[in-house]
């Protein structure tokens, strides 16, 4: 947790990913396609990548990628995502977190 937690500090919006996860793929276009510029971290990728995995299992995130987090809050995975912005949620929340101008 506290490895997540430095990984997230002062990042507007972070995404854990897998490379090879189609959804991640989604969920990282769609960031892109708004003009935000996401940390993402590949967990696939990365040295402890498992650890990382496990860390947001036990936060309750089930699958454990993608996991969104913005403005330092847990949002979710891609059908939270996908939910905020077919609701029109997902564009004021990035603003606020200062993701977007």
């Known amino acids: 947790m506290e490895k997540i937690q430095k990984m997230i500090s002062g990042k507007p919006v ?27 971290y590949e967990l696939d990728e990365i040295s402890r990548g498992k650890e990382i995995e ?14 969104v987090f913005i403005g330092g ?10 939910s905020l912005h077919l609701n029109r949620s997902l564009l004021p929340m990035l603003k606020r977190a200062g993701a977007l101008i």
Do not use: E, R, W, Y
């Not at 490379?19 to 708004?34: E, G, R, V, W």
């Open 14 to 40: 972070v995404i854990f990913s897998n490379n090879s996860c189609c959804m991640s793929h989604t969920i990282k276009t769609l960031f892109l396609d708004f003009g935000v510029n996401p940390a993402i």
């Open 73 to 82: 809050q847990l949002v979710g995975g891609a059908n939270q995502i996908m």
């Open 54 to 67: 496990n860390a947001l299992a036990q936060l309750g995130c089930s699958p454990t990628v993608p996991v």
